[in-house]
């Protein structure tokens, strides 16, 4: 997050950890569509013109995050850290569910936005 500030990023952060300092949050349950609804809105409060098509998740679960995320046309990208420690699950998925991107570690999408 400090990147993404430092370098002004617009960003949500939706969670349910109540443990996030100086920054605005939302918690819902995912993947509730309405746990993506408020983020799309948060998000259309800087630019109305956002759909989720325009929108990444970033997630470390797969299944429990990305996959509701994809079927509202996010783009997904899975984290492979700590949940799981390799994609092996990604093969247990339908086509139409896996996420657009796999990285090892979160240093690697932070690469990709320079």
Avoid: C, W
């Amino acid at each position: 997050m400090k990147y993404l500030n430092a370098h002004a990023i617009p960003y949500v952060l939706i969670t349910n950890n109540t443990q996030i300092p100086s920054k605005e949050f939302f918690a819902y349950g995912k993947p509730s569509p309405n746990f993506y609804q408020k983020g799309l809105k948060t998000l259309q409060s800087i630019d109305n013109t956002l759909r989720f098509e325009d929108i990444e998740i970033i997630r470390d679960d797969v299944a429990g995050d990305l996959v509701g995320a994809k079927a509202l046309g996010m783009r997904t990208s899975f984290v492979l850290s700590g949940k799981y420690p390799n994609a092996d699950i990604v093969h247990k998925l339908q086509p139409h569910e896996k996420p657009d991107s796999i990285y090892t570690h979160i240093a690697e999408i932070l690469e990709t936005l320079k």
